[in-house]
């Protein structure tokens, strides 16, 4: 089945630090998802992609769809805080609103902690 | 937009007992909900997918009569533990999707995740 490869697996970095972690996947992707978790609650959609190439940014958040379909980064500028958690990045085969092809599939996080 | 709650937030319940988990899609038609169980430092993983109106498919390894699901509405899915066990025990995420452009969906097609419910089972 696809897998998807998410590293850094976690990042102890200083307040004001730049932050870069990307996925690398098996096969091709439509869509690539990055979403922020923090402990108790559910992830919460950052950016979403739906091009190959596509660059797309949210605030101090940057991700990439690669151009081969494969993978993509997110890049976190100026780090504070707030953005301690763990980001997962997740992809989707194809859009289908029935069946699994539509079905998302989840790297298994970058653990960020920032020292203040 | 695209709100999805989960209910209840946490649940501790005695081994051998049913618990139900409620996911609603608070402002938007959900034609599709997701199901994942997600175990301390670990990704999320899919358990079930259901469309509404129609039996879930469940993922390998997901025992269907032990976790039944049931989306009645296009609001509103349920999971139920039955007959817990203490490694059942798991954070159950739901996620819910629409199809854009239809009268009541989403903005996107993306999945809505919700707040997740906390199981411990003793």
């Known amino acids: 089945g696809q897998q998807l490869n998410q590293s850094p697996q976690s990042m102890f970095i200083q307040e004001g630090e730049d932050v870069s972690m990307n996925c690398t996947s098996s096969?091709?992707?439509?869509?690539w998802l990055w979403y922020k978790q923090e402990p108790g609650e559910g992830p919460v959609l950052l950016i979403a992609?739906?091009?190959?190439?596509e660059l797309t940014s949210n605030g101090r958040l940057t991700a990439q769809f690669g151009i081969t379909r494969k993978d993509s980064f997110l890049n976190i500028s100026a780090s504070i805080p707030s953005d301690v958690g763990i980001y997962f990045c997740a992809g989707q085969a194809r859009k289908s609103y029935g069946g699994s092809q539509g079905n998302l599939i989840f790297g298994k996080g970058t653990k960020l902690s920032v020292k203040p | 937009g695209a709100v999805v709650s989960q209910h209840p937030s946490r649940v501790i319940c005695k081994s051998g007992t049913s618990v139900k988990i409620e996911c609603r899609s608070l402002d938007f038609q959900a034609t599709t909900m997701f199901w994942y169980r997600q175990f301390p430092k670990q990704s999320l993983m899919l358990m079930a997918t259901s469309n509404e109106g129609s039996k879930a498919t469940y993922e390998q390894g997901v025992e269907k009569d032990k976790f039944l699901i049931n989306h009645a509405s296009l609001t509103l899915s349920t999971l139920t533990v039955t007959s817990a066990h203490p490694e059942d025990s798991s954070f159950y995420i739901c996620?819910?999707?629409?199809?854009?452009?239809?009268?009541?969906?989403?903005?996107?097609?993306?999945?809505?995740f919700g707040p997740g419910t906390r199981l411990t089972v003793l």
């Open positions: 996620s819910a999707r629409g199809i854009p452009g239809l009268a009541g969906g989403p903005a996107t097609d993306t999945q809505y």
């Open positions: 992609l739906y091009k190959a190439g």
């Open positions: 096969s091709i992707f439509n869509t």
